[in-house]
């Protein structure tokens, strides 16, 4: 995996949901989505912003009750928190996802709704655990 040196962890996971889910098409909707979340554990702004739309529209913990629509927010996130020091502070960054369910709408879509589990080790000792469930929609173009 191209992201082993920056210490993010996911491959003995990816190994065991791949397992579990024979169906490829499903293993295509795992992958993109463990994909999507290592972009953004690694910061990079430009593989992030192949992966999403321009248009997208979301729901996040940070801007509660609010739909949000377009990268700005995320890619805002990308950019500083995971290139700025809070990435220089952390150690170890390792992601998993948890108990993935897929369903296809039609052949060129598909929902995921997961648990996603985020530690980091910062370099001070002190351990980061985030556990949230997540649902991303999937489109080919």
Known sequence: EELRGLGVETIGERARLRSKCKDTAENE???LTEKLLDVIAAGD?????KFVADDMTFFEPEAPCQMLLGKEFHEFIVRNLFKGDAARASK????EIKNPKVRFLGRDAAV???????????????????SRPETRVWQRL
């Open 112 to 130: 995921i709704a997961y648990i996603r589990i985020y530690q980091s080790l910062l370099k001070d000792g002190k351990v980061i655990l985030q």
């Open 45 to 49: 702004d430009e593989a992030y912003d």
């Open 92 to 95: 170890e960054v390792r992601q």
């Open 29 to 31: 909707i795992i992958g």
